[in-house]
């Protein structure tokens, strides 16, 4: 069934029109049609080419600009059969010579219909997908987390600047992909660089690019993650330790939308979104000098605050669920299950680490287990609080005393191999075993003398 209500006629030649207004019960007139497109929304609008005040391809263009998802079908006379063509190209769905017969025009309205029931069926598929997908790989059921995805779910499909706001391992950059991947970008690049990883003298150039020759050791040129970003989303991550001088550039890409690589003399356009994340306090770095005001209010249009795990603690449970599922799955072992008093010893405990810490106590106790269940004693002495050294105890002084320095450095040594090991020998699953960072591992390898 055509609904005509929602068909635009617009058309000078009386007899056609009238012919029309019969057929489909609704007419439009070319003066006032820009007017009427203005504030009604047509599923179809059919146009004469050729108007007394407006041609019909002016009437097209603004209906691709306002409002894309408007049919438009085109009438012509015989003379301009090849404009009508040329307005195909452009996006007309088809046309018609006149004079006008009814049923081909009911015939070409019909499958215009059709293919916006389509159109709609498919957008509806997709939002459905989109709704079961969003966000289900962060874990949590807390009012603190519940207020994250409310937050999350506004603005994930929106352009504005998020600063990610939370303690270490809270989960800033998985809320940075999710936002990402489950918003308008996702099939455009996911860009992250952590800002703090990067010697200062590199980041400038990484986060902007660089001309060949622009500075030693610039030998080709190379695109910064802002163009590698572009159409996508760049995560600034750490942004607290960006020096005050980048600072002021990063300000001015945010304004003006576009970036200069070092040594250019010309700039790049960007469409990009914003994310960044920090762990350390802006507003009193501002207070003291070290972080920019203004670039402040350009990041934080919308903050998302990821409260410490401590003050989640109902997630906890099912957090050290999610993850010894996961390193089952991973470790390719049998399926384990925790002892139901595990959990109030886990919710005790204050995770410095938040969630990250968590994964690894899961991961390591997991590793470890020798049999299908894990009990409170299974879990690392510092959280269950069962003296159990995981180092070998001195129960004889040597005369010449104990080294302290030494002695430490054997037990690091020892944790080391255990966590290499473990992770046959990748340091980045090591580092994280051990929860410290990958770069601090690998010092720390070199100052022990330890091969991989
Ligand atoms: N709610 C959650 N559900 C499932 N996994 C989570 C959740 N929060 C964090 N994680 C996991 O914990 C780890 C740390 O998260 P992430 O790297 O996003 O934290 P972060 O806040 O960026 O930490 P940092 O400040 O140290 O960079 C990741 O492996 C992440 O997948
Ligand atoms: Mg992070």
């Not at 006149?98 to 389509?118: G, M, V, Y």
Request: charged share 25%; glycine share 6%.
């Amino acid at each position: 069934m055509i609904n005509t209500t929602d068909i635009l006629l617009i058309d000078d030649d009386i007899q056609s029109n009238n012919l029309l207004r019969i057929a489909l019960e609704r007419a439009g007139y070319s003066e006032a049609a820009l007017e009427i497109l203005a504030h009604t929304c047509f599923t179809i609008v059919i146009t004469d080419l050729i108007l007394p005040d407006i041609s019909g391809l002016e009437i097209l263009k603004h209906l691709q600009d306002k409002a894309p998802q408007t049919t438009v079908i085109l009438i012509t006379g015989y003379a301009s059969a090849e404009t009508a063509v040329e307005a195909m190209k452009n996006g007309a769905f088809d046309y018609i010579t006149k004079p006008i017969n009814i049923d081909k025009i009911k015939l070409i309205i019909s499958k215009a219909l059709e293919k916006q029931k389509l159109i709609e069926e498919n957008l509806f598929l997709r939002r459905q997908l989109h709704n079961n997908h969003s966000f289900s790989n962060i874990i949590g059921t807390s009012t603190a987390i519940q207020a994250v995805f409310t937050r999350m779910g506004k603005v994930v499909e929106t352009d504005s600047s998020i600063l990610i706001l939370g303690e270490s391992g809270t989960g800033k950059e998985l809320v940075a992909r999710a936002l990402h991947y489950n918003g308008p970008r996702q099939d455009k690049p996911f860009v992250a660089i952590n800002c703090g990883a990067i010697p200062e003298d590199l980041l400038e150039s990484e986060l902007f690019g660089h001309m060949r020759g622009s500075f030693t050791g610039a030998v080709k040129n190379k695109p910064g993650k802002f163009e590698q970003a572009n159409g996508g989303t760049i995560f600034l991550d750490e942004i607290g330790t960006m020096p005050v001088h980048l600072q002021l550039k990063l300000l001015r890409v945010l304004q003006e939308h576009e970036v200069e690589p070092i040594g250019a003399n010309h700039s790049i356009k960007l469409d990009i979104r914003i994310i960044s994340a920090t762990n350390t306090n802006l507003e009193e770095m501002i207070a003291n000098g070290t972080f920019r005001e203004d670039l402040f209010y350009r990041l934080n249009v919308i903050p998302i605050n990821l409260p410490p795990l401590r003050e989640r603690k109902e997630d906890i449970s099912i957090l050290a669920r999610h993850f010894l599922k996961k390193s089952c799955k991973n470790l390719k072992c049998a399926p384990l299950v925790f002892a139901n008093d595990v959990f109030g010893v886990l919710e005790q405990y204050p995770w410095p680490g938040n969630v990250r810490e968590l994964e690894n106590i899961v991961e390591r106790t997991a590793a470890l287990c020798d049999s299908t269940k894990i009990e409170i004693a299974d879990l690392p002495t510092h959280i269950s609080g069962i003296n159990k050294p995981h180092y070998q105890v001195i129960t004889t002084l040597p005369n010449s005393g104990l080294d302290m320095a030494f002695q430490l450095q054997q037990i690091e040594r020892d944790w080391i191999r255990q966590a290499l090991d473990l992770s046959a020998g990748v340091k980045t699953k090591a580092a994280a075993l051990l929860n410290i960072k990958r770069t601090t591992l690998v010092e720390k390898m070199k100052r022990l003398g330890i091969e991989t």
